[in-house]
């Protein structure tokens, strides 16, 4: 059922990234396939699923702690994952005023790869490992738990310079998986303060993320700049009423809303498929968190179980930022759409984890027949 749910979740994007990629002034040349977004999002949505069902065939145990640390693969993926968003940020192509791709050469064409998306899941798995290898004695602050975080700081240091969405998704995340696992709540408020100056520091080292803030703080007072995409958002949202302008047939995918193919998917679902695909695909995405919930509970192994929680909580809390950034209940920031939003990276990593959720099922009592796959 999982599986179902992710397949409806990718067939959607699949659809709508191809309409929203249309545009009067694109020639289709199938000599240049990769470069338009709709005819890339076709061509990865095969290979999502093969990367879905390829996941979920080893044993999740796989990516558990090792006896001894260094033939344990995540320590060194996280290491390789740092060193790429380095990289990205030296050498990468820039790209709406940021270095966060790769571009890796394949012929005539050159796929994009996005660091900080890997990043963002190694660091959960890493966290998964480490938290069940130390077991209650992640209550222990100066030997246990101050180490954790100081490597989630130095990741989510490294990924901010370029990407400060993803870095405090990642922040967000461990502090919700370490609280999972048994951390002391007034350990994680003694990091306040600090994270409190490093989220100010890095709002304050782009002009343009202070700029954000203020647009959704105060709108009115910076007229048609920077919460022009907000407005075109809540335009393309609000002219699709209860069953939207069908299929192909929205306008504000015309040049008037910005990254409509990616962060701003969701409004061009609401603009042509109506307030009945928005609640479709929130409903959707209830479903996978109800499910992956499931699998949680079923779980008597405790590596599973808090593997299978990071990566339903990771899916879900992205999905609520984004559909929150897309109906301005938070400032605008990029990040996509799990599934739906265009974007190789994204798609392809977090099929590859939803993979590994259904193995985690699969080697589950069975008792819910929801949750199979």
């Not at 660091?123 to 490597?151: E, Q």
Request: proline share 5%; glycine share 10%.
């Amino acid at each position: 059922m999982i599986a179902m749910v992710v397949l409806f979740l990718m067939a959607t994007g699949a659809v709508m990234v191809f309409s929203a990629g249309a545009n009067v002034g694109y020639e289709f040349d199938l000599r240049r396939f990769y470069e338009f977004p709709g005819l890339r999002q076709i061509m990865f949505f095969p290979l999502a699923v093969v990367v879905l069902f390829a996941a979920s065939m080893p044993d999740y145990r796989i990516w558990s702690f090792r006896s001894r640390w260094y033939t344990w693969p995540i320590p060194w993926l996280l290491v390789i994952a740092c060193v790429l968003v380095v990289v990205a940020h030296k050498f990468g192509p820039e790209l709406n005023g940021a270095r966060r791709w790769l571009r890796i050469p394949l012929g005539p064409a050159s796929v994009s790869f996005q660091p900080s998306e890997f990043a963002k899941w190694i660091v959960l798995f890493f966290l998964a490992g480490v938290c069940v290898r130390i077991g209650p004695d992640i209550r222990r602050y100066w030997t246990r738990f101050l180490p954790l975080c100081g490597v989630i700081g130095l990741t989510c240091g490294l990924v901010v310079i370029e990407d400060f969405g993803t870095a405090v998704f990642i922040g967000l995340m461990s502090f919700l998986m370490l609280a999972v696992a048994g951390v002391k709540w007034w350990h994680v408020l003694t990091l306040l303060p600090a994270g409190l100056v490093g989220f100010v520091v890095a709002l304050l080292q782009e002009p343009h993320r202070m700029k954000r803030v203020e647009a959704f703080l105060h709108p009115e007072g910076l007229g048609q700049t920077v919460v022009y995409q907000a407005n075109q958002s809540l335009v393309a949202i609000g002219s699709g009423g209860v069953w939207g302008k069908g299929i192909g047939q929205g306008t504000c995918k015309y040049g008037h809303l910005p990254e409509d193919t990616t962060d701003f998917i969701f409004a061009i679902v609401g603009e042509e498929l109506g307030l009945i695909g928005t609640l479709g695909v929130i409903a959707l995405f209830i479903l996978f968190i109800f499910l992956g919930l499931a699998v949680v509970m079923r779980c008597r192994d405790r590596f599973g179980r808090l593997l299978a929680a990071g990566i339903v909580v990771a899916i879900g809390i992205q999905a609520a930022l984004n559909i929150g950034v897309v109906t301005v209940v938070l400032p605008t920031k990029g990040i996509p759409l799990p599934f739906v939003s265009s974007g190789g990276t994204s798609m392809l990593l977090s099929a590859a984890a939803v993979g590994v959720l259904l193995n985690i099922a699969a080697q589950s009592p069975p008792g819910d027949l929801l949750v199979s796959d």
